[in-house]
């Protein structure tokens, strides 16, 4: 049952020390900046964090590893010119990284919301991200062997949400959204609107509500990329 909650402090109240959470974006576009400030606002440590990157500048999922609460990220992305306290944590040997490329990491997650068991694809082999992982030879083409990528929980934004859960997302702000909702045991999504049931033409929704345990509206989020207006 879908519950709608009055507070990003009470969606991200749940989260327990050591858990493995999934947080949308790709950089700052689509980043549940809000929900993230609340789980730093909340504590909780130890964390496992996939991500496409690893944070950018002092805000969101950066000020999340400057304090420390990220044990390992997962992302395909991690060196950027702002990612400078994963870089500063990753020297120091504070934070443990494993590098998944981009196409791998996202069909990993989706993978997972689609109950697939594993998958072989081509990107990778021969490089040090096969090593250790069972290869094939299909039709004279190499492949690796995938497994999905699961969360205890994801932190997404999206643009409206009905009161069954169904969300809409704003343009490129959707990126990993959907994969994460549904990849995750618990999906909590801040969102701008929330309608009555019947409102969203069935045909823009993009993530249907059984995906969508927490929603949390926020009128005004504190910060928006404009890349989400393209």
């Given at each position: ?52 990157n ?5 805000v ?94 994801s ?16 343009k ?59």
């Amino acid at each position: 049952m879908l519950t709608i909650a009055a507070s990003c402090a009470e969606a991200v109240a749940q989260i327990e020390d050591g858990a493995t959470v999934m947080i949308g974006g790709f950089g700052v576009a689509g980043q549940p900046v809000e929900l993230i400030d609340a789980l730093i606002d909340h504590g909780a440590t130890d964390l496992t964090v996939v991500n496409n990157n690893a944070g950018n500048g002092d805000v969101g999922l950066a000020k999340l590893i400057q304090l420390g609460r990220v044990r390992r990220i997962i992302c395909s992305f991690p060196r950027q010119s702002d990612s400078w306290h994963f870089d500063e944590k990753y020297r120091a040997g504070e934070i443990e990284l494993e590098v998944v490329p981009q196409g791998n990491l996202a069909e990993r997650i989706r993978a997972a919301g689609a109950g697939i068991g594993a998958f072989f694809t081509p990107t990778g082999y021969g490089t040090p991200l096969a090593e250790g992982k069972e290869v094939r030879e299909i039709d004279g083409r190499h492949y690796v062997l995938e497994h999905p990528i699961r969360a205890d929980y994801s932190l997404t934004k999206a643009h409206v949400a009905d009161r069954a859960g169904n969300l809409v997302y704003r343009k490129t702000a959707r990126n990993f959204g959907p994969i994460m909702a549904a990849a995750a045991t618990t999906s909590i999504v801040q969102v701008a609107e929330i309608v009555e049931r019947g409102e969203l033409d069935p045909e823009v929704v993009v993530t249907p509500g059984i995906y969508v345990d927490t929603v949390v509206r926020l009128e005004s989020p504190a910060q928006t990329d404009p890349r989400e207006e393209l």
